[in-house]
Structures are given as C-alpha cells and as structure tokens.
C-alpha cells in the first residue's frame, strides 16, 4: 500500500468543486484510494459525501492512501491535484 500526505490548496478546502474534481480523478485512476485527515477514518476517495464529509479545509493536511499495481503514481497525481488552489483555477476560466 502506497501513502502520500498533502495539503489542501483550495480556499474552500475539500469541499463542493474541488472535491468533486478530485473523486471524478480517483474513480478514474486505477488504483483504490483512501482519504483521511484529522485523525479520522480512511473513507473511499470515489465517494462524494464520505470526502466533503472529512471537512478538510484550506492547509489542512490529508493523508491518501492506495493499493494497486499503479498506486503510487496514482497518488502523486491525485496529490498535485489538491495542492492547487482549484477554487482561482475556476475563477481564471
């Protein structure tokens, strides 16, 4: 099982677009992934309401995990993505 731990770079967090970005990316990558923050449970990176559940804000930090023959090049992906700020991303558009 591969692990990666980033910060969160949206100004709204983890939480209605950037979330939703990131669990279309994870039910996309070929791996299962996992997200947790704060201590809390690893919930299903695919899951819209488990990952805005989590409440993981603008610099908190989330710890993803990943098993899979592609596991860790999933996670740097999916890493990088929620180290942008996604939320100016979409006011540049």
């Given amino acids: 099982m591969a692990t990666k731990t980033v910060v969160i770079g949206s100004a709204s967090g983890l939480h209605a677009r950037p979330a939703k970005l990131f669990v279309q ?14 201590g809390k449970p690893f919930v299903p990176a695919r899951s819209l309401l488990a990952v805005m559940a989590l409440g993981a804000k603008q610099g908190a930090e989330v710890t993803l995990e990943a098993d ?26």
């Fill in 25 to 38: 990316a994870a039910t996309a990558a070929d791996a299962e992934v996992r997200v947790s923050t704060g």
């Fill in 68 to 93: 899979g023959p592609h596991a860790a090049e999933v996670l740097e992906s999916l890493g990088a993505l929620l180290e942008r700020d996604l939320d100016a991303e979409e006011a540049d558009a």
